[in-house]
């Protein structure tokens, strides 16, 4: 996804000349500065910040449970084994994994049969009003909700992604 922001802000450059390095700031087609960062912590904390995400949230990794008879269990993705594509498919784990120990901290609703949670949610948004505390300034997040409060699962295979 980067490669592809990158050739659409500075043009139909050669790919192997668009490479990014943390903190390096480009010019777009229009001259107006864009600079990249893995993480947060490399953005510069001088003066206040005006954040803004669209579906940032939604990009990040989730752990997708379902509700069995055994408990709740995580979906896992798998290899199809009767496939000689290796094709990918959902599984329930058969025991307990380690994000299924994050369920025990969630008040999860009786009539629930699926649910997703992302830890790293939490991280990234912890960071963000750790800094606004800090500097000052103001964050928008939007990541769209489902109709009713009814979610359809987020996490989807996907084969000859673009």
Same mark, same amino acid.
């Given at each position: *996804?980067?490669?592809? %922001?990158?050739?659409?802000?500075? #043009?139909?450059?050669?790919? =192997?000349?668009? &490479?990014?390095?943390?903190?390096?700031?480009? +010019? @777009?087609? %229009?001259?107006?500065?864009?600079?990249?960062?893995?993480?947060?912590?490399?953005?510069?904390?001088?003066?206040?910040?005006?954040?803004?995400?669209?579906?940032?949230?939604?990009?990040?990794?989730?752990?997708?449970?379902?509700? %069995? =008879? +055994? #408990?709740?269990?995580? *979906?896992?993705?798998?290899?199809?084994? !009767? @496939?000689?594509?290796?094709?990918? +498919?959902?599984?329930?784990?058969? &025991?307990? &994994?380690?994000? &299924?120990?994050?369920?025990?901290?969630? =008040?999860?609703?009786? =009539?629930?049969?699926?649910?997703?949670?992302?830890? $790293?949610? /939490?991280?990234?948004?912890?960071?963000?009003?750790?800094?606004?505390?800090?500097? /000052?300034?103001?964050?928008?997040?939007? !990541?769209? #909700? +489902?109709?009713? #409060?009814?979610?359809?699962?987020?996490?989807?295979? $996907?084969? $000859? @992604?673009?």
């Amino acid at each position: *996804v980067e490669q592809e %922001t990158l050739e659409k802000l500075y #043009g139909s450059s050669p790919k =192997d000349q668009l &490479t990014v390095e943390d903190n390096e700031v480009f +010019r @777009s087609q %229009t001259g107006f500065p864009v600079s990249w960062h893995s993480d947060l912590k490399s953005v510069s904390a001088n003066g206040c910040s005006i954040i803004i995400a669209h579906e940032f949230l939604d990009a990040l990794p989730i752990h997708q449970f379902k509700k %069995t =008879d +055994r #408990g709740w269990r995580e *979906v896992l993705v798998d290899i199809e084994p !009767d @496939s000689d594509k290796n094709e990918l +498919r959902f599984v329930l784990a058969p &025991t307990s &994994t380690p994000a &299924t120990a994050f369920l025990q901290c969630v =008040d999860i609703a009786d =009539d629930m049969t699926n649910l997703e949670i992302c830890p $790293s949610a /939490g991280v990234v948004v912890k960071e963000i009003v750790e800094r606004l505390d800090e500097h /000052g300034g103001a964050a928008l997040l939007v !990541d769209y #909700g +489902r109709e009713n #409060g009814v979610s359809n699962h987020s996490l989807v295979l $996907s084969k $000859s @992604s673009k």
